[in-house]
């Protein structure tokens, strides 16, 4: 029984010291759709390493101690002091008394909360607490959204960059046959010089490429807590083999919407304020308190711990301000103001909510449709290079041409690439927007 006893103290105190968050509201599978490896390691990485998170948790921390600190005030007092005492007393007949005495008095002291003025307070400290939930949760959610999501433009670059290589080389093709031309005098010094040029664009498009994708490995190594040194390390995956697995709504419901964490926050923010108009006007009355107090001294005859060396008394009244009533009156119309404030936050943050999944919702269906565009085009220019091949084999147009039409097609892939991307990444803002509820059953 004993064994059973501390068992259960255990895990109450671990519950009370742990303060992550459950992970599960978080909808991790929604990644685990992409059935991509490196995602994932990245989303774990994030969730326990990145120093916002733990920020964030520590913030919830502290709001949580705060219940504990004003449930503590609600309950009673009781203190003990030692006091040493040096007085010079009037000698009475039959009656002496110690010019030095030592003194222990034990004192209690309890504000009887007849109007639950207090208990109001810890409400509010309360509603504080889950606006801090609601926020760390909000954090959690941009967090993975932002790595998700600059994952797959690193995933993009890598596509573009090596589609862009192809298009330097072929450049460069067609600037070694200009220079052969222009040597037996076929082309003139301005078709030499813009094949120059085509090729130090290409260059130049190529170097921005590695930029942005570099830029973004070092945004995914500080996001997932790591070293911006070690990018050289990171593994990533393929934008042709990535792809979500599940399904995506047309529309979303309105609980879902607002269940938001920002919605929450701000719903729990103003309830807290409400409160907060309703301590104000109970300041407005009196303080009930009640006060305790048993000392034992040297002072008088007897022994230490004796009744005959204690003094005992007990004193209940009201308490109230005077010359206060200005302040207290100012106190409840600045209460009034920051619930009027927070109500008109509240209802913005109503709107924002509702508008920001149906603007997700808006362009991922016309981005589909773009992609989709962009998809026949690709169809149509990879049978225009089927026609060059079949040209160039007959004699009938030259290698430069043949070339020119294949960074055609290269770009039409490029631009494809760019779609798919700007599709999925869609997604990210809509898992973020529905606050993490996507593709939940």
Known sequence: MIKKIL???SLLFFAQT????????????????FNDENLNCYIQQALNNNHDLKKAEHVVEQYRQQVKYSLGKELPSFSVSANYLGVKVPELDNFQLKDNAFILPFMANY?????LKNRDKTRAVKKSYEAAKSDEKAIYLALLSDVATVYTNILQYDDLIEKQAEVLKNQEEILERSNKKFERGVISTTELNNAKKNVETAESSLEKLKKERETAMMQLAVLTGNSSSNIAEMKFGTLENFEYSGEIPEEISSEVI??????????AKLEKAKIDVRVARKEFFPRFNIVGIWAFNTIAPGTFFSWESSLAAILAGATQDIFKGGMKVANLKIQKAKYEELFEDFNQTNL????EVNTALCIIKHDKQIEENTKNELKLET?????????????????PEYLAEENRLIGTQTDYAQAKTQRIVNYFTLYKAVGGKLGVN
């Open 7 to 9: 068992l259960l103290s």
């Open 18 to 33: 742990c303060f992550a968050m459950d992970i599960n509201e978080l909808n991790i599978e929604f990644f685990n759709r």
């Open 111 to 115: 504000e009887a909360d007849l109007l």
């Open 258 to 267: 607002f269940a938001r964490p920002d919605v929450k926050a701000s719903e």
């Open 352 to 355: 924002e909510a509702v508008k």
């Open 383 to 399: 049978e225009i290079l089927g026609n060059a091949q079949r040209k160039i084999s007959q004699g009938v147009i030259s290698e």
